[in-house]
């Protein structure tokens, strides 16, 4: 009896024991269960929330602007004289005066070297003097024949005595005058290759003669911009020897034959020169002028959006963006010229644009407004286009 009792109490007690400690556990972490609960509950919250957020996407905007973008082509050339010769002797001689100093200017019609004349004045004087006699000749036989004397062949044999007697003279003056070498054109004279003394012959290299002002600049371009290229067209010439400068000119001449090596074509230029600070055979890099646009509609690079082979952009209209296809033109200065596709004071966007589709509602931040407001004001988004 005693053992049946004891063992009663015995489990009685591992009852209530099991029974404390599950309220103990339960009263210690009563947050637990409430916190999974909140947990599913703030997650179910934040999906209602993400499926229902209609907000509009924030991006950087700016608008269409216009600028003056001249159409160019860029090319490189070298310098030319305007007039170029080297000064050559046509009759031997020894050189008897050099009336220049290497690198002055000299005038048109100006003595430059001077070339012994004793054997060319020699002759002449001979000739002179059979130009004398012969016409004494001719004179007498024109008295004899009006006179009957003399037949109608001597009087024609005089007059041709005279007339070769008239020719050696002039033969020999215009000798005397090649020992004289005059410039040809106003210009700079270059550096001589001979000196007093020297016996030069026919055809030798004396001085070189540049006409420097203007110069002229020939460069190519290739075949396919034959048709934009026209004379009178301006250019501007930048060198690397003078890097700061640039030079005006104006298109002169093409030269009709396409070149078969470069299928290129040959322009000529003309370019003032009036410092002389150009001088020829100097490397240029020519911009030719094609067509001088004034209204060209101009966007920021960044604003493009390219799909294949074409280009896009984000207008938006209403605070919502639409995309646009368009035509690019030339790129300049981080900015892209835009044929067609958008207008005059269009709003575009330039940052965001992974985030748009069509349609989507956004809240601009124009960027161009924000660079030209003072310092500390605050940006103010563009207004829609209707």
Same mark, same amino acid.
């Given at each position: 009896m005693n053992k049946a009792v004891a063992g009663a109490l015995g489990?009685?007690?591992?009852?209530?024991?099991? =029974?404390?400690?599950?309220?103990?556990?339960?009263?210690?972490?009563?947050?637990?269960?409430g916190s999974a609960q909140s947990q599913v509950a703030g997650a179910k919250a934040s999906a209602g929330s993400a499926k229902g957020q209609t907000g509009p996407v924030a991006v950087e905007?700016?608008? *269409?602007?216009?600028?003056?973008?001249?159409?160019?082509?860029? =090319? !490189?050339g070298s310098l030319r004289s305007? /007039?170029?010769?080297?000064?050559r002797p046509e009759v031997a001689g020894r050189i008897t005066e050099i009336l220049f100093q290497e690198g002055q200017r000299v005038a048109k019609g100006a003595t430059l070297v001077r070339l012994d004349p004793a054997i060319n004045l020699a002759e002449l004087q001979q000739a002179r003097a059979n130009l004398t006699l012969a016409r004494g000749k001719y004179d007498r036989a024109l008295d004899l024949a009006a006179r009957n004397f003399i037949s109608g062949?001597? %009087?024609?044999?005089? %007059?041709?005595?005279?007339?070769?007697?008239?020719?050696?003279v002039a033969l020999n003056e215009a000798r005397l005058a090649k020992t004289e070498l005059k410039a040809p054109f106003s210009g700079i004279i270059g550096l001589r290759v001979v000196s007093v003394g020297d016996y030069v012959k026919e055809g030798a290299d004396l001085v070189n003669l540049e006409a420097i002002d203007p110069l002229k600049v020939?460069?190519? *371009?290739?075949?396919?911009?034959?048709?934009? !290229?026209? *004379?009178?067209?301006?250019? /501007? !010439?930048?060198?690397?020897a003078l890097p700061g400068k640039s030079y005006d000119g104006k298109v002169i001449a093409m030269n009709p034959l396409v070149d078969a090596a470069g299928r290129a074509i040959v322009i000529r230029a003309q370019v003032r020169n009036q410092d002389t600070a150009l001088r020829p055979g100097m490397?240029?890099?020519?911009?030719?002028?094609?067509?001088?646009? %004034?209204?060209a509609l101009m966007v920021p690079e960044e604003a493009l959006v390219p799909q294949g082979t074409e280009q896009y952009v984000f207008r938006l209209v209403d605070g919502k963006a639409g995309r646009v296809k368009v035509e690019t033109g030339q790129r300049r200065d981080g900015k892209v010229e835009i044929l067609r596709g958008v207008g005059k004071d269009d709003v575009v966007v330039t940052a965001g644009q992974s985030k748009l589709r069509e349609g989507t509602a956004v809240r601009a931040f124009d960027v161009g407004?924000?660079?030209?407001?003072?310092?500390?004001a605050k940006p103010v988004p563009p207004a829609p286009k209707s």
């Open positions: 489990a009685l007690c591992l009852g209530l024991t099991a =029974a404390g400690g599950y309220w103990y556990g339960a009263a210690r972490s009563p947050g637990a269960a905007s700016t608008r *269409v602007t216009t600028a003056s973008l001249p159409q160019t082509i860029t =090319a !490189v305007d /007039e170029s010769v080297t000064l062949q001597a %009087k024609d044999d005089a %007059k041709n005595n005279l007339d070769v007697a008239q020719g050696a020939d460069f190519r *371009v290739p075949e396919t911009f034959m048709r934009q !290229v026209q *004379v009178g067209q301006s250019i /501007e !010439v930048a060198l690397d490397f240029a890099r020519v911009t030719l002028i094609t067509r001088a646009e %004034k209204d407004a924000a660079r030209e407001a003072p310092a500390g």
